[in-house]
């Protein structure tokens, strides 16, 4: 199952690796709460916790009837592992900002193993780590 929510991730994707700042607590802690509202099918709540480009990509209705129906069916999350993380900073085309993009190694009751990557994002040092996108598969 491919869900593709939110456009950022294919321009961060296809944007080269850079060796930016490192990952804090703060930026993997937002992503683990996040995943977590999922996870816990909060789907209204996740995308009320999520960064204004996020809820411009995708209505909350939207959001949560496309969430749910992929979601659902993989069943309770079994294990979540973290295999790489990534700072990119001003990217093009986007608000400024820092975004960090997680990769996980997921597995579900239902589906067995898929890869997870959530985007946060914040636009300076004085607002908090948020939502930026989704990508399941």
Known sequence: ???????????????????????????????????????????????DESATLFKKAVSKQSWVTQ???????????TSRQLTSSDVRENLTGQPEG???????????ANKGQAVETHTVYRANSSQPWQNAGYFIK
């Open 1 to 47: 199952m491919l869900l593709r929510l939110a456009p950022l991730f294919f321009l961060l994707l296809a944007t080269s690796c850079s060796s930016g700042p490192s990952i804090s607590k703060a930026q993997q802690r937002a992503s683990i709460q996040w995943l977590e509202l999922v996870d816990k099918q909060g789907y209204a709540a996740s995308w």
């Open 67 to 77: 969430i749910a129906r992929v979601r659902a069916p993989m069943g309770k999350i």
């Open 98 to 108: 820092i975004y960090t993009i997680f990769i996980y190694r997921s597995t579900f």
